[in-house]
């Protein structure tokens, strides 16, 4: 396994509010999503998702909800919400546009 | 736009705000279901449980504990803080919807707002009349200790001392630390740049007494009180003096300050907040300063001395009041009436009272006026709630439908309360901001309303320590009352209209939206009828009140003070002593005279030492010679210095005998004139003209003959009868502070400038002051009665205003909810007449138990008013049938207007609603 790249800060809200915009996870299903989709060069610390979890609640980001797991455990979901989702779309635009400008910068060669 | 979610769907999702130990609960579960779900999760990827378990431990950080303390921590200020904005949030929503609400009916909102000013408004200002000359503490150390000590005798009320009386009294006296004594006097500082100042004359332990330490200087010796006159001349001087005629020099003391031609070594400065018990004392002075025969045992019935005292720790104020009983009369043991002075009258018996000098700090009768002005203002502001109450409810049952609907799905009737509550209070606080305005403009009108020269015309303490009438501000006091007030008023009257709206009989409103579309009875409602009831009483109250005043004020302002106050203007020049020798004043007082004769537009020119309406002149003890000594008691009478021409002047009318001429002089047989008050008390079956009276002033002791009567003139205040008087001519006895009175032909305010011009050719040095026409004063000695009833006055005019706003409001509203059952009434051929009269009769029948209410109300509230009436009688008939009438007619038209308007109802129109 490759060793973790620690996240930019700011850009954990970001993740986990993508990742729930495939539908409501708990806590944990987040953080597999997060190295899934990363291939594993993203490390999540698991004490900071949860605050960062707290914090989005807090903002109307997300909300959550008790369920049950396909293992009969009980669990808390997390859920975009209307307010979350439109958060989504303009700081993925914003992040989007700033990871391209870094990158173009970076493939400048000197003449 | 992405705004929060609406409050309230955190309830719709069972997301209730939970409890911190719950909190931290479900945190601790979901870590712990993170934690297997993690290890499991190795495992399936081959790992050994061992090594599974502490990878995931790694993965969390530090120490499980620290991490679950740590989110649980985050977990519960996340949850505080969310409750916390939900609160907000629902705040927010309620002000948006109740503001949305109002905008609707601006019309409304203006109503009540304004409404809710003038209520508030007044009682703000009343309010700080009251807190200034009642409530607040008095400016002194600890005033709460303080006593007044005065003499009384049963004949009159609480006098004052001299300064042998006080010597025995303060010898004897064990209740308190230390007394004092103050008097305080006009004064000219002389000199350069002459000036008019006040001065108090007091004894060593007046600051001590009050608690008051100089910081500038030192205090009068404790010494100088053990002598009696011609103790060295020294003064404390005013911080305000000190910066005014010495600009604040930092080496003032053992500097001298002429007063009155008199040296005085200045010893030290006062503190700037305090200005004496008087409130404007500019320098204090030693009492035994004073020459040594002014305070004599002779002059032991010189009585112009108060007396203040502080109370022993630990000495309750009941055993200072029986041993000033006591002492009391071993003052007068020790000076009682000398031989020759017992006369005529009944027997007088002396002794003194002790009182807190809280309940002197303002005469009864302000205190009095102003406690039935709160009273009037309280009454004007309920009227103002219940008015505000009947639009509320008359808002909330046009909104019945809406709350039902709200009910029925399911909101919680406290939310709803508080929704309608919300709209109240916002309603209430618009008021309140709005009613700082007019309680400002009322503060300020108080203020310079009734001033402190004004309440002393009239006889009346106007503050101690400058607590009265001019200290009135719109303090942080009086706008915490505001506050107080405002919230009490949007809480009490929303409170029961929103309860009522909210009342769950649901499924009527939801059945049929116009709940008064029914046929036949009232449908105004219980509560609505009494507010009704309420308006009518609360009004009627007010204006028996008012009327009442109004009525005893016509009555002050109809007494014939017995001279003519038309085209006379009156100043004062202050000679001081000193400056004209004694004997050579009457000379001096004829120069004057007719200099002034000499301006134009001057027809008379006149002397006297105390004006008219002064509240009050120098008085004294008057015997018979040729009557035997019967020790029954003393017969008092006023004594006045005039010029033989100020009879003429102020058109005082001779009922017999002569009065001065320039004969009567200094040398002559001596003379006096009196009045007819004392012609019949001291003469009353034979001639006082001829008779020999001694009168123990102005040197007339030795006897003096009688030689005319004239007509009572009232040197006292407009509604208490002339004393017995007497006169003597000022060629006769040596008088230094005089008045001058002339009668002008026109304005008297137009010679005033040539007056002052001629006298200073004559007296350059003498200040002129006092200048006021007869008029001015005689309208400042009913100043305090105008008051009253001027402001009461206001008040009911409000009320009434007020109360006809609600009547017809609620009269309109029922009328309104009627449209269709008097539609069908007129379609079915009911004579509109008798229409207008069934709606009218409603109304009446609610104002007759009004006004049925107010009158029993109005004959045990204005006893209040007894001591503020003159020759009016609490129960008043004339007064009661006026505004039984006023309040009947004011009722009925409020009533007859809406019945009119559904009288004119187009049955067409009204059945298609």
């Given at each position: 396994?490759?060793?973790?790249?620690?996240?930019?800060?700011?850009?954990?809200?970001?993740?986990?509010?993508?990742?729930?915009?495939?539908?409501?996870?708990?806590?944990?299903?987040?953080?597999?999503?997060?190295?899934?989709?990363?291939?594993?060069?993203?490390?999540?610390?698991?004490?900071?998702?949860?605050?960062?979890?707290?914090?989005?609640?807090?903002?109307?980001?997300?909300?959550?909800?008790?369920?049950?797991?396909?293992?009969?455990?009980?669990?808390?979901?997390?859920?975009?919400?209307?307010?979350?989702?439109?958060?989504?779309?303009?700081?993925?635009?914003?992040?989007?546009?700033?990871?391209?400008?870094?990158?173009?910068?970076?493939?400048?060669?000197?003449? | 736009?992405?705004?929060?979610?609406?409050?309230?769907?955190?309830?719709?999702?069972?997301?209730?705000?939970?409890?911190?130990?719950?909190?931290?609960?479900?945190?601790?579960?979901?870590?712990?279901?993170?934690?297997?779900?993690?290890?499991?999760?190795?495992?399936?990827?081959?790992?050994?449980?061992?090594?599974?378990?502490?990878?995931?431990?790694?993965?969390?950080?530090?120490?499980?504990?620290?991490?679950?303390?740590?989110?649980?921590?985050?977990?519960?200020?996340?949850?505080?803080?969310?409750?916390?904005?939900?609160?907000?949030?629902?705040?927010?929503?309620?002000?948006?919807?109740?503001?949305?609400?109002?905008?609707?009916?601006?019309?409304?909102?203006?109503?009540?707002?304004?409404?809710?000013?003038?209520?508030?408004?007044?009682?703000?200002?009343?309010?700080?009349?009251?807190?200034?000359?009642?409530?607040?503490?008095?400016?002194?150390?600890?005033?709460?200790?303080?006593?007044?000590?005065?003499?009384?005798?049963?004949?009159?009320?609480?006098?004052?001392?001299?300064?042998?009386?006080?010597?025995?009294?303060?010898?004897?006296?064990?209740?308190?630390?230390?007394?004092?004594?103050?008097?305080?006097?006009?004064?000219?500082?002389?000199?350069?740049?002459?000036?008019?100042?006040?001065?108090?004359?007091?004894?060593?332990?007046?600051?001590?007494?009050?608690?008051?330490?100089?910081?500038?200087?030192?205090?009068?010796?404790?010494?100088?009180?053990?002598?009696?006159?011609?103790?060295?001349?020294?003064?404390?001087?005013?911080?305000?003096?000190?910066?005014?005629?010495?600009?604040?020099?930092?080496?003032?003391?053992?500097?001298?300050?002429?007063?009155?031609?008199?040296?005085?070594?200045?010893?030290?400065?006062?503190?700037?907040?305090?200005?004496?018990?008087?409130?404007?004392?500019?320098?204090?002075?030693?009492?035994?300063?004073?020459?040594?025969?002014?305070?004599?045992?002779?002059?032991?019935?010189?009585?112009?001395?108060?007396?203040?005292?502080?109370?022993?720790?630990?000495?309750?104020?009941?055993?200072?009041?029986?041993?000033?009983?006591?002492?009391?009369?071993?003052?007068?043991?020790?000076?009682?009436?000398?031989?020759?002075?017992?006369?005529?009258?009944?027997?007088?018996?002396?002794?003194?009272?002790?009182?807190?000098?809280?309940?002197?700090?303002?005469?009864?009768?302000?205190?009095?006026?102003?406690?039935?002005?709160?009273?009037?203002?309280?009454?004007?502001?309920?009227?103002?709630?219940?008015?505000?109450?009947?639009?509320?409810?008359?808002?909330?049952?046009?909104?019945?439908?809406?709350?039902?609907?709200?009910?029925?799905?399911?909101?919680?009737?406290?939310?709803?309360?508080?929704?309608?509550?919300?709209?109240?209070?916002?309603?209430?606080?618009?008021?309140?901001?709005?009613?700082?305005?007019?309680?400002?403009?009322?503060?300020?009108?108080?203020?310079?309303?009734?001033?402190?020269?004004?309440?002393?015309?009239?006889?009346?303490?106007?503050?101690?320590?400058?607590?009265?009438?001019?200290?009135?501000?719109?303090?942080?006091?009086?706008?915490?009352?505001?506050?107080?007030?405002?919230?009490?008023?949007?809480?009490?009257?929303?409170?029961?209209?929103?309860?009522?709206?909210?009342?769950?009989?649901?499924?009527?409103?939801?059945?049929?939206?116009?709940?008064?579309?029914?046929?036949?009875?009232?449908?105004?409602?219980?509560?609505?009828?009494?507010?009704?009831?309420?308006?009518?009483?609360?009004?009627?109250?007010?204006?028996?009140?008012?009327?009442?005043?109004?009525?005893?004020?016509?009555?002050?302002?109809?007494?014939?003070p017995g001279f003519d106050s038309d085209r006379v203007l009156t100043l004062r020049l202050?000679v001081?002593?000193?400056?004209v020798?004694?004997?050579s004043m009457p000379g001096f007082y004829q120069e004057v005279q007719s200099a002034l004769a000499a301006v134009p537009g001057v027809l008379q020119v006149a002397l006297a030492d105390c004006p008219p309406l002064n509240?009050?002149c120098n008085?004294?003890?008057?015997?018979?010679?040729?009557?035997?000594?019967?020790?029954?008691?003393?017969?008092?009478?006023g004594v006045h210095w005039v010029s033989p021409s100020w009879f003429g002047t102020m058109r005082v009318p001779v009922k017999r005998g002569r009065l001065f001429t320039t004969d009567d002089r200094l040398?002559g047989p001596k003379v006096v004139v009196i009045n007819e008050?004392?012609?019949?008390?001291?003469?009353?079956?034979?001639?006082?003209?001829?008779?020999?009276?001694?009168?123990?002033?102005g040197?007339f002791?030795?006897?003096a003959?009688v030689i005319g009567i004239v007509g009572d003139v009232r040197f006292?205040?407009?509604?208490?009868?002339?004393?017995?008087d007497t006169y003597i001519s000022y060629n006769q006895a040596r008088v230094s502070r005089m008045m001058i009175f002339l009668r002008t032909a026109g304005?008297p305010?137009?010679v005033v400038?040539s007056a002052?011009?001629t006298l200073?050719?004559i007296a350059?040095?003498?200040?002129v002051?006092d200048i006021r026409t007869m008029s001015?004063r005689v309208?400042?000695?009913?100043?305090?009665?105008?008051?009253?009833?001027?402001?009461?006055?206001?008040?009911?005019?409000?009320?009434?205003?007020?109360?006809?706003?609600?009547?017809?409001?609620?009269?309109?509203?029922?009328?309104?909810?009627?449209?269709?059952?008097?539609?069908?009434?007129?379609?079915?051929?009911?004579?509109?007449?008798?229409?207008?009269?069934?709606?009218?009769?409603?109304?009446?029948?609610?104002?007759?138990?009004?006004?049925?209410?107010?009158?029993?109300?109005?004959?045990?509230?204005?006893?209040?008013?007894?001591?503020?009436?003159?020759?009016?009688?609490?129960?008043?008939?004339?007064?009661?049938?006026?505004?039984?009438?006023?309040?009947?007619?004011?009722?009925?038209?409020?009533?007859?207007?809406?019945?009119?308007?559904?009288?004119?109802?187009?049955?067409?129109?009204?059945?298609?609603?």
């Amino acid at each position: 396994m490759a060793q973790p790249t620690p996240l930019l800060k700011g850009t954990l809200d970001v993740l986990v509010l993508k990742s729930l915009c495939w539908g409501a996870m708990h806590g944990f299903e987040i953080t597999v999503w997060l190295e899934d989709h990363s291939a594993g060069y993203l490390a999540v610390d698991d004490g900071a998702l949860y605050q960062a979890l707290h914090r989005m609640e807090e903002r109307l980001l997300i909300r959550a909800e008790w369920g049950i797991t396909e293992n009969n455990r009980r669990a808390r979901y997390y859920m975009l919400t209307a307010t979350g989702r439109a958060h989504l779309r303009s700081e993925s635009a914003s992040l989007v546009r700033y990871a391209r400008t870094v990158m173009a910068i970076l493939a400048e060669h000197p003449a | 736009m992405t705004g929060p979610i609406r409050a309230g769907v955190r309830r719709l999702f069972r997301l209730a705000v939970r409890r911190g130990d719950s909190i931290r609960e479900q945190m601790d579960e979901e870590l712990r279901f993170h934690l297997d779900a993690r290890v499991a999760h190795f495992i399936a990827r081959g790992m050994t449980p061992e090594g599974a378990r502490a990878e995931a431990m790694r993965r969390l950080g530090t120490s499980l504990p620290e991490t679950l303390d740590r989110l649980g921590r985050s977990a519960v200020w996340k949850e505080q803080r969310m409750a916390m904005r939900e609160r907000i949030d629902d705040l927010m929503h309620d002000v948006r919807y109740a503001v949305r609400g109002l905008m609707r009916r601006p019309g409304f909102a203006v109503v009540a707002v304004f409404t809710l000013a003038i209520g508030i408004g007044a009682n703000t200002a009343i309010f700080s009349a009251v807190d200034a000359l009642l409530l607040r503490a008095l400016p002194f150390n600890n005033p709460s200790r303080l006593s007044d000590i005065a003499l009384t005798s049963t004949s009159g009320g609480p006098t004052q001392w001299s300064w042998p009386k006080f010597q025995v009294y303060r010898n004897a006296q064990r209740s308190y630390s230390s007394v004092a004594l103050m008097a305080t006097m006009p004064a000219t500082l002389t000199g350069a740049d002459p000036d008019r100042i006040s001065i108090e004359s007091v004894t060593a332990a007046y600051l001590t007494t009050l608690g008051v330490r100089i910081t500038m200087g030192h205090d009068f010796p404790a010494e100088q009180d053990s002598i009696s006159g011609d103790a060295p001349k020294r003064a404390l001087i005013s911080n305000s003096l000190w910066q005014r005629r010495f600009q604040a020099d930092p080496n003032v003391v053992g500097k001298f300050i002429h007063i009155d031609s008199d040296a005085y070594e200045i010893i030290g400065v006062l503190p700037p907040t305090f200005l004496g018990l008087s409130g404007k004392a500019d320098v204090l002075i030693p009492v035994t300063a004073r020459p040594t025969d002014e305070l004599a045992a002779a002059q032991a019935w010189s009585l112009e001395y108060t007396m203040i005292g502080r109370l022993k720790p630990g000495v309750m104020p009941g055993r200072a009041a029986s041993e000033a009983r006591i002492l009391g009369e071993r003052v007068y043991d020790a000076y009682p009436f000398g031989k020759g002075m017992f006369t005529t009258g009944t027997a007088d018996k002396w002794s003194a009272v002790a009182r807190p000098l809280d309940t002197i700090r303002v005469a009864a009768t302000v205190r009095r006026s102003l406690l039935v002005l709160f009273v009037a203002v309280g009454i004007v502001l309920l009227i103002a709630c219940v008015n505000l109450a009947n639009l509320l409810l008359g808002r909330a049952s046009s909104r019945r439908q809406e709350i039902a609907v709200r009910l029925a799905i399911g909101a919680g009737r406290a939310r709803l309360v508080r929704l309608l509550l919300t709209e109240s209070l916002l309603l209430a606080l618009a008021g309140g901001t709005a009613s700082v305005l007019v309680g400002w403009w009322g503060t300020h009108l108080l203020r310079t309303l009734n001033d402190a020269d004004a309440l002393s015309a009239q006889g009346l303490a106007s503050g101690i320590g400058g607590s009265g009438f001019e200290s009135i501000r719109l303090d942080p006091r009086a706008l915490v009352f505001t506050f107080a007030v405002t919230l009490f008023v949007g809480v009490f009257f929303g409170l029961v209209p929103a309860l009522q709206a909210t009342r769950p009989q649901l499924t009527a409103e939801l059945k049929d939206g116009s709940s008064g579309s029914g046929l036949g009875g009232v449908r105004l409602g219980a509560t609505r009828r009494i507010l009704v009831v309420a308006e009518v009483a609360l009004a009627l109250m007010l204006l028996a009140g008012s009327g009442l005043m109004l009525r005893s004020l016509r009555n002050l302002m109809g007494v014939n003070p017995g001279f003519d106050s038309d085209r006379v203007l009156t100043l004062r020049l202050s000679v001081p002593p000193g400056v004209v020798a004694p004997d050579s004043m009457p000379g001096f007082y004829q120069e004057v005279q007719s200099a002034l004769a000499a301006v134009p537009g001057v027809l008379q020119v006149a002397l006297a030492d105390c004006p008219p309406l002064n509240g009050g002149c120098n008085a004294t003890i008057m015997t018979f010679p040729d009557r035997p000594q019967t020790v029954t008691g003393n017969a008092m009478v006023g004594v006045h210095w005039v010029s033989p021409s100020w009879f003429g002047t102020m058109r005082v009318p001779v009922k017999r005998g002569r009065l001065f001429t320039t004969d009567d002089r200094l040398g002559g047989p001596k003379v006096v004139v009196i009045n007819e008050a004392a012609a019949r008390k001291y003469f009353p079956n034979e001639d006082p003209v001829g008779k020999t009276v001694k009168v123990f002033q102005g040197g007339f002791d030795a006897g003096a003959t009688v030689i005319g009567i004239v007509g009572d003139v009232r040197f006292g205040t407009v509604n208490s009868a002339a004393a017995p008087d007497t006169y003597i001519s000022y060629n006769q006895a040596r008088v230094s502070r005089m008045m001058i009175f002339l009668r002008t032909a026109g304005n008297p305010l137009t010679v005033v400038a040539s007056a002052r011009r001629t006298l200073h050719v004559i007296a350059p040095l003498d200040p002129v002051f006092d200048i006021r026409t007869m008029s001015e004063r005689v309208g400042a000695a009913t100043s305090q009665a105008r008051f009253s009833a001027t402001l009461l006055t206001l008040f009911a005019v409000i009320a009434l205003g007020l109360a006809f706003m609600g009547i017809y409001g609620v009269m309109s509203f029922g009328v309104a909810q009627r449209t269709r059952e008097i539609g069908i009434r007129i379609a079915l051929g009911a004579d509109r007449t008798r229409v207008l009269r069934m709606i009218v009769r409603e109304g009446a029948v609610l104002v007759t138990i009004g006004a049925a209410i107010g009158l029993a109300a109005a004959f045990a509230l204005t006893r209040l008013l007894r001591t503020l009436l003159f020759e009016v009688a609490p129960t008043d008939p004339v007064t009661y049938v006026g505004i039984v009438v006023v309040v009947g007619v004011a009722a009925l038209v409020a009533s007859w207007l809406p019945a009119r308007q559904a009288s004119r109802v187009e049955p067409t129109e009204a059945l298609r609603r």
